[in-house]
């Protein structure tokens, strides 16, 4: 079974024991995909050791896990339909406001080979130039979000949709408030909390307040997905400090979590960053912060070059996009200003497939990075523009 050959879902399948699913609760599995890395975003193997020991990349590891999590929940739930029509069914569902991230792929293709390449594409863009860094906090660490919204589908198909958006905006909201709450913030913080309130002004609201984000996380996998993510963001330094584990001990009692399990979050991390310091890339990264935005810029300046011709054609057709790029290298932008061209960017980039990273959860962090870059790798046409805003 070769993850990355076609038909690798089916013999993967019938390697799976649905007695062996049966016999671990939802607490265990979980647990385990946390030792497996899923959780983290770096997968250092396989969950539950399905499948035999084999030479893997990360992304197999990654696609596999994905995969066997959809499965454990949908034979938990024991639902009628066929499962891979179901997941097929449930990607559909979420997919309207990404619709350029998998237009390409649904039609008429057999199941089993369209699910392939629904989860390749989830976890894999254009040949991997996504960054282990930038993958690990703002892709892949995300990836649970798939599962409990499929989780969510199979008990109720009626507002999956909204249900993963107001999920997701949660996370946002509870991982920048640990941050926040920081009264000394390293480097890596300041960039971070930027990164989130620049990323956050393209939404037609502001993200939830904390209070009304906690309001949304009700199921117990989600309770404890959440702990986890705010154990990652408050990890960036690389210890888990007084003010983060204080903030901990108000999302368990608002989450009306026992303490051992806060405990628990916390030994997990340590003991697999620990583990696994020379398998997990960001982990050997000296300055986080740094790196974070180095592979960051890369990123946006690939895509901008290798999309150059199609975003000047898109762009000349929006004066008032051309205007305020223009006008972002020599002064600051008002919020409304922001809100304007972040809101007219993204209309464009989803009419570009290639700019689909946008429609992944954190793909809006590499938003404002474009409103920078733009101007830099495109200078004629904005030198056009900038003209003929003075005659």
């Known amino acids: 079974m070769n993850p990355s050959a076609n038909g690798w879902i089916k013999k993967l399948l019938n390697q799976v024991s649905e007695t062996k699913y049966s016999e671990t609760d939802n607490n265990e599995f979980y647990n385990r995909l946390k030792q497996a890395g899923f959780i983290y975003g770096s997968n250092i193997k396989v969950v539950l050791d399905i499948v035999k020991p084999f030479d893997f990349t990360e992304e197999e590891r990654c696609k596999i896990n994905l995969l066997l999590s959809f499965y454990f929940i949908y034979i938990k739930e024991n639902p009628d339909n066929d499962f891979i029509e179901s997941l097929i069914l449930y990607y559909k569902t979420i997919s309207d406001q990404k619709r350029s991230f998998f237009e390409e792929l649904f039609g008429n293709k057999k199941s089993d080979y369209l699910l392939e390449q629904v989860i390749h594409k989830r976890i894999h863009i254009d040949d991997n130039f996504i960054s282990k860094s930038f993958n690990y906090f703002l892709i892949n660490a995300l990836l649970f979000v798939d599962i409990l919204g499929y989780h969510r589908f199979l008990k109720n198909e009626k507002g999956v949709k909204s249900y993963v958006t107001n999920l997701e905006s949660a996370l946002e909201t509870i991982v920048f408030s640990v941050i926040d709450n920081k009264s000394e913030k390293s480097e890596y913080d300041e960039?971070?909390?930027k990164l989130f309130e620049s990323s956050i002004r393209h939404k037609n609201s502001e993200l939830p307040t904390y209070e009304k984000a906690v309001s949304f996380i009700h199921e117990p996998l989600e309770k404890l997905y959440v702990i986890d993510l705010v154990c990652m963001a408050s990890w960036t330094d690389k210890v888990i400090d007084m003010e983060e584990r204080e903030f901990l001990i108000r999302l368990k009692d608002d989450l009306n979590l026992n303490s051992e399990i806060v405990a628990q979050s916390v030994n997990d991390i340590n003991l697999f960053y620990d583990e696994h310091k020379d398998e997990v890339a960001f982990l050997s990264s000296k300055n986080l912060a740094q790196?974070?935005?180095?592979?960051?810029?890369?990123?946006?300046?690939?895509?901008?070059?290798?999309?150059?011709?199609r975003l000047i054609k898109e762009l000349s057709e929006s004066k008032e996009a051309m205007y305020l790029l223009a006008q972002s290298t020599t002064r600051?932008?008002?919020?409304e200003e922001q809100k304007k061209i972040q809101s007219q960017l993204m209309d464009i980039f989803k009419s570009i497939p290639s700019l689909a990273i946008f429609m992944l959860p954190g793909g809006m962090l590499l938003l404002p990075l474009f409103v920078k870059f733009i101007p830099k790798l495109l200078p004629s046409a904005f030198d056009e523009n900038r003209i003929e805003d003075k005659k």
């Open 191 to 193: 960039n971070l909390i």
């Open 332 to 335: 600051t932008l008002t919020d």
């Open 291 to 309: 790196s974070f935005y180095d592979n960051s810029s890369k990123i946006v300046s690939k895509l901008i070059t290798r999309n150059s011709k």
